[in-house]
């Protein structure tokens, strides 16, 4: 049962527009959620996060968005660059543990 | 570099053989998790260590995993009797202790068991 969906496997977007990715969880004792992003040959990197009790965490191009009753977050890329193309997973941990789960990654595209 | 580092890259085995892949997290770092992921996937979490304790197995360990931390330092994950379906990349992770600390992930070792 995947706890964590981000149901977009891959995106296209020209630069400089706005690039939303989107992702779902099913379980209601997830509080903190976290975005990586993973360029081939390498491993994720730690993007932005956001803890429950926020619904938007905002930091420069980068923010996430957290709607807790719909159990659903986004990621909003503005302006999208090409250095931005990469696959972006969503990732969520219970507070009082220790192993992050993450969906299934959507790669993301940006045109020049 | 002070980043988390893996050795090896890449490793290609046969069927049966053993293999041990090491990890080396960030110096200041207390807590150290090894992930799978497999192509199309996001990574799944395996195991974890605080310090030189390991704290917590994922189901997807199976007895053929053993995973180290001797001194709190490095990291061993060993496979044995490795089979096709172990064939994935293996991230290792650190954090600080603080729950709220984001994980630093490593490069990677890339297994293919032929």
């Known amino acids: 049962d995947q706890q964590v969906k981000q149901n977009s496997p891959s995106l296209s977007v020209q630069e400089g527009r706005i690039s939303i990715l989107n992702c779902d969880y099913t379980n209601s004792m997830f509080d903190y959620f976290l975005w990586y992003k993973k360029y081939p040959a390498e491993g994720p990197t730690f993007l932005i996060s956001i803890s429950s009790i926020k619904d938007k965490n905002e930091d420069g191009r980068f923010t996430v968005f957290l709607n807790k009753s719909a159990k659903h977050l986004s990621l909003h890329i503005v302006p999208s660059q090409p250095g931005d193309s990469a696959v972006y997973f969503c990732?969520?941990?219970?507070?009082?543990?220790?192993?992050?789960?993450f969906g299934g990654g959507t790669r993301l595209m940006v045109k020049p | 570099d002070t980043g988390v580092s893996q050795d090896p890259r890449h490793k290609i085995t046969k069927r049966g053989q053993n293999v041990t892949f090491r990890c080396d997290p960030i110096?200041?770092?207390?807590?150290l998790y090894w992930y799978r992921q497999t192509l199309g996937q996001g990574p799944e979490f395996l195991t974890y260590f605080q310090n030189e304790a390991q704290l917590e197995k994922s189901r997807l360990l199976s007895d053929r995993f053993s995973a180290e931390r001797p001194k709190g330092s490095f990291s061993t994950l060993e496979i044995q009797r490795t089979e096709q379906g172990d064939s994935a990349m293996y991230l290792c992770a650190s954090s600080l202790l603080n729950l709220r600390s984001e994980a630093f992930f490593g490069q990677g070792t890339r297994l293919t068991v032929v």
């Open positions: 110096s200041e770092h207390n807590r």
């Open positions: 990732a969520a941990k219970v507070n009082a543990g220790n192993m992050l789960t």
